[in-house]
């Protein structure tokens, strides 16, 4: 059985950081392309990072320069790690094998 369980978020304010943990279990890291994606409030769900089985990474043009994506292939976890956080990026955080959906950690952004 497959879970990839999500875990991180919060209220941080603007500027701040956090790091999202997504544990996998059922896959292996390792050998999936691993993304995150977020859904704010009206809108539709976006990718915002990805990092491949050979560990190249792409970034949504919003969060480059801000956001860092990467794996522990020993804990089998991917994290999220959100610098200079704005209110913008408020939103529910999933990650995503291609197949299955993590539970979502809610980041909201707010003074």
């Known amino acids: 059985q497959v879970q990839l369980v999500g875990s991180g978020g919060g209220l941080v304010q603007p500027g701040g950081s956090l790091r999202l943990s997504c544990a996998a279990s059922?896959?292996?890291?390792?050998?999936?392309?691993m993304r995150w994606y977020r859904q704010a409030p009206g809108k539709e769900r976006e990718l915002v990072a990805s990092?491949?089985?050979?560990?190249?990474?792409n970034y949504a043009d919003s969060v480059k320069g801000r956001f860092t994506i990467s794996r522990d292939n020993a804990k089998n976890t991917v994290y999220l790690q959100m610098n200079s956080l704005k209110p913008e990026d408020t939103a529910v955080y999933y990650c995503?094998?291609?197949?299955?959906w993590g539970q979502g950690t809610l980041v909201t952004v707010s003074s």
């Open positions: 059922g896959i292996r890291v390792s050998i999936n392309v």
């Open positions: 995503n094998n291609g197949d299955f």
């Open positions: 990092i491949t089985r050979g560990g190249s990474t």
